[in-house]
């Protein structure tokens, strides 16, 4: 088989990259290792920027989005007893982020690409390898029916998440990788409850971090700081919302509705970047190249940054016989990543409980005071948390 982009993954970057290539006339294949209804059931982010927003709509996958989801002019950071809730357009010169969930994104993205426009996505075919990517025709071996095949192609994009081939397949000592693990996770559960309130609620409590997010008024999503070797078997839905409860402020504790659950699950946090992230023909995009923790609501935007670089870049190539954009992707894609992976961390060590130090805990508390009550802290918190602007890239 030969097709002009080869695609490794069906998450929200190689769904977002076929679907762009798909509507300038350029051919894609994207190859997943899972089944369609597996991908479509993941339950992960849910905050996305406008950058994000007007990329989808770009993508003609935007309407929905724009009928159901929830457009979020601020959010709460509850600390000391406190609720202090940070104004985003007043901060940012009007801007907003989405809340609209990555499992309706990738509905709508499949829906679109390749129920309603014929794109070519092969599941339960998992790529096992990329090969000469430093050649004009780049291969993925990859598997199907217990068969093992190749797709040549033009250019491969590696969208196949953190835990993918297409990064693996780049010898160690042409990738530079950079690290750090944090010292516990997040346990999340979703219900289908009202959420607690409008916006969302990031907590710094004593007793760890939580979130109260949700999907829609009648859907929510919490989480709570849980140890590393924590697991799901150890949480009843009592004892979840009795955790979630004690660290909210009581006001605010006192309005939770409470649930069975729909799903539960814990995340592990990192921060994670390679570099360079384009190697010959091979590039790639998304959780492939680097991850976050989910704290800055970071991930899944990034994707979407990656994937506006990575298609501008195509574009160029096969419209105007351009090569410089390809050539600097790479260059591009990491000004932003590295902006936001300091921001998920810092945002993380803001609101995490590390240890039981008590000169740690004032000076988070201190932080958190000066930040809502300053005019200049309130801004470094609304301008990167409603994402920071792409670069033009033309
Ligand atoms: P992915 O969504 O990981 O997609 C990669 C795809 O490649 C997958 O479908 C995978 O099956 C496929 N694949 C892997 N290997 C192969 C192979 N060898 N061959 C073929 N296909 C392959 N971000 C936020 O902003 N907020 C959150 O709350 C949040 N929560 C998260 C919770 C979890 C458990 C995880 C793992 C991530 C979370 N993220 C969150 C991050 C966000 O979901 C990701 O940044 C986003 O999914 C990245 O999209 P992607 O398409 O690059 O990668
Ligand atoms: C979510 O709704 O899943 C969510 C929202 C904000 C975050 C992380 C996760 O920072």
Request: aromatic share 10%; proline share 4%.
């Amino acid at each position: 088989m030969r097709t002009q982009v080869g695609i490794i993954g069906s998450g929200p970057s190689g769904l977002l990259l076929a679907r762009l290539l798909h509507l300038q006339g350029i051919e894609t294949v994207i190859l997943e290792g899972r089944s369609r209804e597996y991908v479509q059931g993941r339950i992960r982010a849910g905050v996305i920027e406008q950058g994000m927003a007007n990329l989808l709509r770009e993508a003609r996958a935007g309407e929905r989005m724009d009928r159901e989801g929830l457009v979020h002019e601020g959010i709460n950071i509850a600390f000391d007893g406190r609720l202090e809730r940070i104004d985003f357009p007043t901060h940012t010169n009007g801007k907003v982020v989405m809340v609209y969930g990555q499992t309706e994104i990738t509905y709508d993205l499949m829906k679109a690409h390749i129920d309603e426009a014929g794109g070519i996505a092969q599941y339960e075919s998992p790529a096992i390898r990329v090969e000469d990517y430093h050649t004009d025709s780049p291969r993925i071996l990859y598997e199907q029916n217990g068969e093992q095949k190749e797709l040549l192609c033009d250019f491969v994009a590696g969208c196949d998440g953190f835990h993918g081939v297409a990064r693996q397949s780049i010898p160690s000592d042409q990738i530079k990788t950079f690290q750090r693990t944090y010292p516990f996770g997040w346990l999340g559960m979703l219900s289908d409850v009202p959420p607690v309130r409008d916006e969302l609620v990031y907590v710094n409590h004593e007793r760890g971090f939580a979130l109260c997010s949700m999907r829609s008024h009648t859907r929510s999503r919490y989480y709570i700081q849980c140890t590393m070797d924590d697991k799901v078997e150890n949480w009843t839905d009592d004892a979840f919302w009795e955790e979630l409860c004690r660290r909210l402020p009581p006001e605010a504790a006192a309005d939770v509705t409470r649930g069975p659950r729909l799903e539960m699950s814990i995340t592990p946090l990192h921060s994670f970047v390679a570099e360079p992230l384009r190697f010959g023909r091979l590039f790639l995009a998304g959780d492939a190249g680097h991850i976050v923790p989910p704290t800055g609501a970071k991930g899944l935007n990034l994707a979407a940054s990656d994937i506006y670089y990575l298609f501008r870049a195509l574009l160029a190539y096969y419209k105007e016989e351009r090569r410089d954009l390809l050539e600097r992707y790479s260059e591009a894609a990491l000004r932003r990543v590295w902006k936001a992976v300091r921001f998920s961390w810092w945002y993380t060590s803001l609101l995490h409980k590390f240890d039981d130090d008590a000169m740690n805990r004032r000076l988070q508390i201190s932080e958190l005071e000066y930040l809502t009550s300053s005019e200049a802290g309130q801004t470094v918190i609304a301008e990167n948390y409603v994402g920071l602007p792409y670069e033009r890239f033309e």
